[in-house]
């Protein structure tokens, strides 16, 4: 059974993701802010974090970044589920390795466990600077992306002037 931490300060909310996930199957655990999160993740090492961005303490990208650089849940799956649904906040979020990027206002209950079990299915969590954890004990490789365009090749050198081997050049 997969453990996720529910980091959200509107206590509502974190009541009805908390008894729909429990409904599912999964162990549940707790978070008001950022601060009790990053101390939660690391004492219950849970499978998933869904993580609020607006709260108090310490911020969702900041709890994120955080996660993301802590060797002990580096690889603990993140899903950002909040607010903000500006292009620059979702880039934000996939520069530093969320999993996936939820807007509330743009999902339902139901779309969150469905995004939940897949990226729980998954193979690795995405992590920033593209890092990847192999299938090799865990261990993390950076991997050069592949590129677009491959490098031209050189132009062939032109002959020296006045070389010994050759004449001199026509005036």
């Known amino acids: 059974m997969s453990k996720i931490l529910i980091v959200e300060d509107d206590v509502s909310l974190r009541d009805v993701y908390s008894a729909r996930l429990e409904a599912e199957g999964y162990q549940i655990a707790v978070a008001a802010n950022g601060e009790e999160a990053l101390a939660t993740a690391v004492k219950e090492r849970p499978d998933l974090i869904l993580l609020d961005v607006m709260m108090p ?55 969150m466990v469905v995004a939940i079990k897949q990226v729980l299915s998954s193979a690795a969590p995405a992590t920033a600077n ?41 005036q």
Do not use: C, W
Request: charged share 25%; proline share 15%; aromatic share 2%.
């Open 57 to 111: 303490k310490i911020s969702g990208f900041d709890v994120l970044d955080i996660v993301r650089t802590t060797p002990e849940i580096a690889h603990t799956r993140v899903i950002m589920m909040t607010a903000l649904s500006a292009p620059e906040d979702k880039e934000r979020g996939e520069k530093l390795g969320v999993d996936k990027y939820l807007v509330k206002s743009q999902v339902t209950l139901e779309e």
């Open 130 to 170: 593209n890092e990847q954890v192999l299938g090799n004990g865990g261990q993390r490789t950076t991997e050069a992306p592949t590129p677009v365009n491959p490098p031209a090749p050189e132009p062939p050198q032109a002959p020296e002037v006045n070389s010994p081997d050759q004449p001199p050049a026509p």
